[in-house]
């Protein structure tokens, strides 16, 4: 179905970031999201702490979005929200939400797929080159590490993933074992660039096929750590740069070796990446390389959509309306969900 004026608001809050957005069509008009920074100071997530947040930051992040996109709530067309995966307590904010303004506005209610929308995110319309079926992706996050074939908008096949840690987690595990405050992924960025990447070597997992294994790592490199500092107790304030450059290429080894043999199997050479994750300088460097290297067509999201953030499940949002896919307000969340 065409229609040349829809208006979605999406809402994402399966984590701890409450986003919300507005899209008209295939283009983003606003794209709010409020951190939770109360995090920080327990070194991870706490999952109670989330949904409280997400209830204070839901009604002004909303606001907000409609505000800059300038659209009133009566002029939306749809509602889409996040169904899943994440975590109930905030998922449920985010859906009760968007259930109740669908009730209240009578405008379809839309259900959206979080690990879907890290790899639609390409389809948001900003002048950009888009993939083309199939292609593959790579989605990389705090909470998962896959290589996706992806066939059609909604057809969508896992060929990878991880078997323990998920990349995230290994660059946040690895960041709290140096003493870096919680998210860790980006400081290790940041520190990386000045770093030598070939200054400490840490082993790759040897994992067959197209699946990953994380765990392995951030033990080595805490064994590392304390044996070093056994050495030299200033030890990582001296090399900070060195070992993040040295964790960071390690990592990035990583996901190339088994993107390699992904495109290798399929046959396929169009590669997107997405997630929090996609959003390290070193990643996207290398995945550009891969284009003259490989003879890859490579795409890399926009900064503002590699971590969680509305407008992607907007553009789900978009897609399944043109479907006219809507659910009823009994639509449940769920914690996990499949493709
Ligand atoms: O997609 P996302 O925002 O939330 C989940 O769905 O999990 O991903 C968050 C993850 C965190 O582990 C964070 O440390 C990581 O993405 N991250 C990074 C960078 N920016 C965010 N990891 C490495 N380098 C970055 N620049
Ligand atoms: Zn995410």
Known sequence: MQ???VFILAIESSCDDTAAAVLHNDKVLSNVVANQLIHNQYGGVVPELASRAHQQNIVPVIDAALRKANVRKEQLTAIAFTQGPGLMGSLLVGSSFAKSLSLA???PLIAVNHMQAHILAHFIEEGNEKPTFPFLA???SGGHTQIVKVNDFFDMEIIGET???AVGEAF?????ILGLPYPGGPLVDKYAKLGNPKAFAFTKPKVPGLDFSFSGLKTAILYFVQKKKLENPNFVEENLNDICASIQHTIIEI???KLKLAVAT???KQVAIGGGVSANSGIRNTLAEAEKKYGWKT????FEYTTDNAAMIGIVGYQKFLLQNFETSSVVSKARIQF
């Open 3 to 5: 229609n040349s004026e």
């Open 105 to 107: 506005l009578n405008i």
């Open 138 to 140: 790579l989605t990389i």
């Open 163 to 165: 078997t323990d840690d």
């Open 172 to 176: 946040d595990k690895s960041a709290k």
């Open 255 to 257: 996901l190339m070796d």
């Open 266 to 268: 399929t046959g396929i």
């Open 299 to 302: 795409f890399i999201p926009k």
